[in-house]
């Protein structure tokens, strides 16, 4: 969403593709029991992505009191930094509705916008018909070839980080 070059950066084809990935991550974590929890952890960005998806003539007409109300997951001053920094056109300027109140402005310039990701849900593992024993050899032979598979993924990350003439002339075994 952001280009980074100190103009208005936050724009409507930008967030169209990225409410479509998010749509299809969403969907999938639906479909595997997760949705609740998805759901919690992505709501300020769903929001952010939800404000950007808004079409830009739609998006003018609105008013700040409309926009607090609509996208309450967003702090005053997240919601301040991406109507500033929404790019509207070269030499568009932002319509005087979407200025903050008074009462608000000294919160907005006084509060963080970033999120912190430290309470990130749970790593949830499988709780029905799993068992695992760190001390007894490996039996499963559908286990041992993902494990092989994801050591031959690891071993060619490290490879290709190497100089070319540093490279092993081998290749890991993953038929075991």
Aim: glycine share 4%.
């Amino acid at each position: 969403m952001e280009k980074g070059n100190g103009e208005p950066f936050y724009q409507w084809s930008k967030a169209v593709q990225i409410r479509t990935n998010l749509d299809l991550v969403l969907d999938w974590l639906q479909g595997i029991g997760l949705g609740d929890i998805a759901t919690e952890f992505f709501r300020k960005l769903s929001a952010t992505v939800n404000l950007l998806c808004i079409p830009k003539t739609s998006l003018l007409k609105l008013s700040w009191s409309t926009l607090r109300n609509d996208y309450p997951a967003l702090s005053a001053a997240q919601l301040n930094h991406l109507l500033r920094n929404y790019h509207l056109g070269v030499g568009r300027s932002h319509p005087a509705a979407w200025d903050p109140p008074e009462e608000e402005k000294d919160e907005i310039t006084n509060t963080d916008i970033f999120e912190s990701f430290t309470d990130h849900p749970p790593l949830i593992l499988p709780c029905d018909n799993f068992r695992m024993q760190l001390s007894q050899p490996l039996t499963s032979d559908a286990f041992h070839k993902q494990l092989c598979h994801l050591r031959y993924f690891v071993w060619d990350l490290e490879q290709k980080s190497l100089p070319a003439n540093q490279r092993a002339l081998y290749r890991v075994d993953t038929s075991q």
